[in-house]
C-alpha cells in the first residue's frame, strides 16, 4: 500500500478517538500534499538482490542511481540468437598468474580480485583486469540456452570504460585449475579469504578456449561481441561485452560447491533494441 494513502487511513482511524489530533495530522497531511513532503517507500532503505522483493524487476525503484536498470536501452545480459558474422580480430590477451589472492564473498557473488598486469585488448584499446567472478545460472543466453555458469572477467581501460568478458561454464570434468579458488570460497556475505601462498593462474584456467598464433599472441579466436551495460546496479551503459563461444568445463561436484553458497545470481535477459549483436567469422 502506497506509504501516505496507509498514512492518511491510520489517521482515519484516529480520529475517532482525538478529533482535535486528528484535525491538526490532517492539517500536516494536507500541507505534505501540497509542498511535496518525502515519504520514503520500503524499497528505498532495502540493498539490491535477487529475491522477489529487492530483484531484479525492482531494482530500478531501489535507488536514484539505479534508474538505468528500468529505463536503460542497452542493458545486459541479453540471449544471444542471429548472430551477425563479422570479420573481427581474435581478442588478444595477457593473463598473467598470481601467487596470492582476495576471494570475496560480497552477498552477490563470489568475487576474486586480481593484480596489474593482465589484460584483454579490444577495438586497440587496453582494458586491464580488475576482478573475475561468477553468476549461477548464466546470465547470457544462447538461443534461450542456460548454461550452469558463467564466468564475468572485468577489464578497464586508462580513461575509465569498462570490457568485460563472459565465459560459460558447462557441467563435464573436474577442472582443476579452478582449486585454488574452490578450496577456498568464502561461504558467507562479507566473508573475505586472504589467501598469500596459492598461486591462481588465468592462462592455466582459460587455456582450453585460447589460441597461441603463430605470432605467439595468446588469443580467442570465437566470440560474440555487443555493447551493454554491467548486469548488476547501478546497471551502467557502455561496457564492451565479448561472450566467448566455447564454455569451460567443471564438475557437478564444483558447481554444487558454489551453488550452496550462491545460486540464482542471474539478471533476466534484455531486449537487444536494436544493438549490434556481432559473431566472430574467420577471415
Known amino acids: 500500500m502506497d506509504s501516505y494513502l496507509k498514512l492518511v487511513l491510520e489517521c482515519g482511524l484516529y480520529c475517532i478517538a482525538n478529533a482535535f489530533s486528528c ?11 501540497i509542498i511535496g513532503c518525502a515519504v520514503q517507500s520500503p524499497t528505498e532503505k532495502m540493498e539490491w538482490g535477487y529475491e522477489a522483493e529487492n530483484g531484479p524487476e525492482v531494482w530500478g525503484q531501489l535507488k536514484p542511481e539505479y534508474i538505468l536498470c528500468a529505463v536503460g536501452k542497452h542493458q545486459s545480459p541479453i540471449d544471444i540468437v542471429n548472430a551477425t558474422p563479422a570479420e573481427l580480430p581474435p581478442l588478444t590477451h595477457v593473463y598473467n598468474s598470481s601467487v596470492g589472492m ?7 557473488t563470489i568475487e576474486v580480485t586480481y593484480p596489474e598486469g593482465s589484460w584483454i585488448e579490444v577495438d586497440d584499446t587496453r582494458y586491464q583486469l ?5 553468476h549461477a545460472p548464466s546470465e547470457h543466453t544462447v538461443a534461450g540456452k542456460l548454461f550452469d555458469m558463467e564466468m564475468h572477467l572485468v577489464h578497464k581501460s586508462k580513461t575509465g570504460d569498462l570490457a568485460v568478458l563472459g565465459v560459460f561454464i558447462e557441467s563435464g570434468g573436474h577442472n582443476a585449475a579452478f ?7 568464502p561461504s558467507g556475505p562479507g566473508e573475505t579469504q586472504h589467501v598469500a601462498d596459492v598461486t ?5 584456467i582459460l587455456s582450453p578456449i585460447a589460441e597461441v598464433t603463430e605470432e605467439g599472441q ?19 551503459e557502455g561496457v564492451k561485452w565479448s561472450v566467448l563461444t566455447t564454455p569451460l568445463e567443471m564438475s557437478e561436484t564444483q558447481i554444487m560447491a558454489f551453488k550452496a553458497i550462491i545460486h540464482d545470481n542471474n539478471r533476466p535477459v534484455q531486449p537487444l533494441n536494436g544493438r549490434e549483436l556481432l559473431q566472430r567469422r574467420e577471415k
Open 179 to 185: 582449486e585454488p579458488v574452490w578450496d577456498h570460497l
Open 102 to 108: 582476495n576471494i570475496r564473498n560480497n552477498g552477490h
Open 218 to 236: 595468446t588469443v580467442f579466436p570465437n566470440y560474440y561481441r555487443y555493447d551493454g551495460s554491467l548486469t548488476t546496479p547501478p546497471c551502467s
Open 200 to 204: 591462481i593462474d588465468l592462462r592455466n
Open 130 to 134: 580488475l576482478q573475475f567472478h561468477f
Open 23 to 33: 484535525s491538526m495530522i490532517m492539517c500536516v497531511l494536507m500541507m505534505c500534499s
